[in-house]
């Protein structure tokens, strides 16, 4: 049974989407001339300033260009759904975004991205601009601790790409921009669950199967497996076994500490049920005598139209506080 979308064709949809975003956010945007899947900010890039190029496949909106603005990214290089950019487009926005003291590259630990962005990290090395990567791994069901380099990187973007974004604003050095990323990479952490599958605009066919009364834990914003499927369970149930996960893997945590909170959903998940588990996190946070200092709520790394959720928690220090704290002001997400 194929599914419903608003769409003209799946294979013109990226394109067509980001003539949208062009035209409803020309105040924030613009793509690099002839390069229409390199999209910057307008207000981003100068002189001194490390350029943050971030970038990925499309279908997680507004990951990965709703964050593109001043105090954030500088640029985006925009794929096609669930897939890498190739090299060009992100040449493009690294170029775009150098203003002499070099680029440091972000985005999440996928095979094809890792590739592709490598490619154009040794392209631009050919004009001299120097490029360094921080790969984001928040996905703690991705991969056990041990394991950690093998991690995903998910919704925990959205935090940790705004700490770099605001060093980088701060006009700290290309060193100890890399430095917050891996810092902040390093300290937060993400869990998800899948109720049900997307369909990508060139199949219109669910990219995976799952019963009706089942949800599957962990699963991946791709639809990579998880680590449980089973059956639906209460919200506070559900949140309760992503929190365990997440504070188990926290570890050194104490009372009293600050932490920032995403409870984000894979897309259809709608907002009654987002704050239905926000307050089951508020509450099991308190018991563990973790302060919220920030929280956030609604479509923030989705998955098309996957019905879930995930909760991410970054344990905040006073560093990355600031960080976090920071104005920025995006196509999609202000602070």
């Known amino acids: 049974m194929k599914t419903k979308k608003l769409i003209n064709s799946g294979a013109d949809a990226v394109d067509e989407m980001l003539e949208g975003v062009l035209a409803a956010h020309p105040e924030h945007l613009y793509a690099v001339e002839d390069m229409p899947r390199a999209i910057v900010a307008k207000n981003g890039p100068r002189n001194g300033k490390v350029g943050l190029v971030i970038g990925g496949g499309s279908g997680h909106e507004p990951t990965f260009l709703g964050y593109v603005g001043k105090g954030l990214a500088d640029a985006a290089a925009i794929g096609n759904v669930f897939a890498s950019p190739p090299p060009d487009p992100i040449v493009a926005c690294a170029k775009a975004a150098d203003g002499g003291a070099g680029v440091l590259f972000m985005y999440g630990n996928y095979a094809g991205d890792v590739m592709n962005f490598d490619m154009a990290a040794e392209l631009l090395g050919l004009d001299d601009i120097e490029v360094r990567t921080v790969l984001t791994t928040d996905d703690v069901a991705s991969a056990p601790p041990e394991q950690g380099n093998k991690r995903r990187g998910v919704a925990g973007n959205v935090f940790i790409f705004k700490a770099a974004g605001a060093a980088c604003d701060l006009m700290y050095s290309?060193?100890?921009?890399?430095?917050?990323?891996?810092?902040?990479?390093?300290?937060?952490?993400?869990?998800?669950?899948?109720?049900?599958?997307?369909?990508?605009?060139?199949?219109?066919?669910?990219?995976?199967?799952?019963?009706?009364?089942?949800?599957?834990?962990?699963?991946?914003?791709?639809?990579?497996?998880?680590?449980?499927?089973?059956?639906?369970?209460?919200?506070?149930?559900?949140?309760?076994?992503?929190?365990?996960?997440?504070?188990?893997?926290?570890?050194?945590?104490?009372?009293?500490?600050?932490?920032?909170?995403?409870?984000?959903?894979?897309?259809?998940?709608?907002?009654?049920?987002?704050?239905?588990?926000?307050?089951?996190?508020?509450?099991?946070?308190?018991?563990?005598?973790?302060?919220?200092?920030?929280?956030?709520?609604?479509n923030y790394c989705t998955s098309l139209e996957m019905a879930g959720a995930s909760i991410t928690v970054m344990h905040l220090d006073d560093e990355l506080q600031e960080l976090i704290d920071h104005p920025c002001d995006c196509a999609m997400f202000r602070k």
């Open 174 to 298: 290309l060193e100890d921009v890399e430095r917050v990323a891996r810092h902040a990479n390093s300290r937060t952490y993400t869990m998800g669950v899948a109720l049900s599958p997307c369909s990508l605009p060139q199949t219109l066919k669910p990219n995976f199967l799952i019963g009706e009364d089942e949800m599957e834990i962990g699963m991946g914003i791709h639809g990579e497996p998880g680590v449980a499927r089973g059956p639906l369970r209460s919200a506070d149930e559900v949140t309760d076994q992503l929190l365990d996960g997440i504070l188990g893997e926290m570890g050194a945590a104490e009372a009293g500490d600050r932490v920032a909170v995403l409870v984000n959903s894979l897309g259809s998940t709608p907002m009654m049920e987002l704050y239905i588990m926000m307050r089951r996190v508020k509450a099991r946070l308190e018991d563990a005598g973790l302060l919220i200092h920030t929280s956030l709520v609604g």
